[in-house]
């Protein structure tokens, strides 16, 4: 099934942390690390989650740390298109596993600018990324029969 229907079920913010010390408000450019993550924690409520760690890096260390998670409901048509019970795995398309890291990168860009604001890291905004650089293709996660039935 290529059209996968889903809707935004909940976002959490895991980690923010403002490291004064090891910012530089003189230098010009930073560097950051992005990396995104699936999982898949409530079989049963058909829940996929999509989170993301954020670094941002002066000289030494870190000075800005964000990790966003997203959950999503997966309408239930859909989510028994994405079960193969034969290979025991769940097979998120790639068109799919893209929408919703576009919705995790802006939820975290909204997060940033929301949790900075007023304060010199405001000036941070998370670069465009390119995610099909990212994933190769589906999203795949092998499921045991207990954590279907949980």
Known sequence: MDNIKFRLQEIDTLQFALLPEAYDSKAEKFQYSFGANFTFPDFKKRIVCCS???KYKGEVSPFLVLEVAVY???EENSW??????KT??????????????TLLIGTARGILHSET???AF??????????NDLIDG?????????E???
């Open 52 to 54: 993301s760690l954020i």
């Open 72 to 74: 999503f409901e997966v």
């Open 80 to 85: 028994n298109s994405l079960l193969d019970a």
């Open 88 to 101: 025991k795995q769940i097979k998120l398309p790639k068109p799919t596993a893209l929408h919703m890291m």
């Open 117 to 119: 604001k007023n304060t």
């Open 122 to 131: 405001n000036r941070l905004i998370l670069p465009t990324i390119n995610l």
């Open 138 to 146: 589906e999203v795949i996660h092998s499921f045991s029969e207990s």
């Open 148 to 150: 279907k039935e949980d």
